[in-house]
């Protein structure tokens, strides 16, 4: 999503609120929501991380990781859950901000 030691980095709330509707998008996905491993961001903050079950090459995943790219971008609303039964640093969100790095 950026490049590394390049400004602006992603700070942890944008960071945070990509992860969230990322990964609501990702099990909620028909097609792959059963192969699903994992989707989070990278301790760098310039990405995230998507594992995926089965024999998947880049060009496969693609399509799904631009549609979920697309979902965030377009999300409005409150955030799935960012809330304190949900989540354990559920203050920590910035949707605008996310919206700008997407």
Partial sequence: ????NREPVMNT????TVEHLGATFLRNNEKYKD???YFGPMGCRTGFYLVIAGDYTSEDI?????EMYQF???FEGDIPGAAARDCGN???QNLP???VHI
């Fill in 90 to 92: 559920y203050l920590d």
């Fill in 13 to 16: 709330a944008e960071m945070h």
């Fill in 1 to 4: 999503m950026t490049a590394p």
């Fill in 97 to 99: 901000m996310a919206k």
């Fill in 72 to 74: 965030c971008a377009d």
């Fill in 62 to 66: 693609l399509p799904l990781v631009t």
């Fill in 35 to 37: 192969q699903i491993i």
